[in-house]
């Protein structure tokens, strides 16, 4: 199994920053794509930002410019710099991995137990 442990998350005020870190460990064999989530109350989990094992990044239009997903690929780690932030940011941060394990063909879909930020106005 694969063992993902998110670490950052806080209250802080509008405008302010957060750093949100994420560590895999397990029986890794390797790690395809990196990324994170966020669900508010009553809403649906909805994509953060995500960034593959060869470096390619993708956000959700309402953080770009604000937000930077970067990853370690040898130390398994992803981490997730949250700036300018708004209240519409709070919710619940879960880290999300795409790995394949040394007993596993295949890659399968692990994650966090979620970390909360929340942003007061």
């Known amino acids: 199994q694969v063992q993902l442990v998110e670490s950052g998350g806080g209250l802080v005020q509008a405008g302010g920053s957060l750093r949100l870190s994420c560590a895999a460990s397990g029986r890794i064999r390797s790690i395809n794509n990196m990324g994170w989530y966020r669900q508010a109350p009553g809403k649906q989990r909805e994509l953060v930002a995500v960034?593959?094992?060869?470096?390619?990044?993708n956000y959700a239009d309402s953080v770009k410019g604000r937000f930077t997903i970067s990853r370690d690929t040898a130390k398994n780690t992803v981490s997730l710099q949250m700036n300018s932030l708004k209240p519409e940011d709070t919710a619940v941060y879960y880290c999300?991995?795409?790995?394949?394990?040394?007993?596993?063909?295949?890659?399968?879909?692990?994650w966090g137990q979620g970390t909360q930020v929340t942003v007061s106005s």
């Open positions: 960034i593959s094992s060869g470096g390619r990044i």
């Open positions: 999300n991995a795409d790995a394949r394990t040394t007993y596993s063909i295949g890659y399968s879909a692990y």
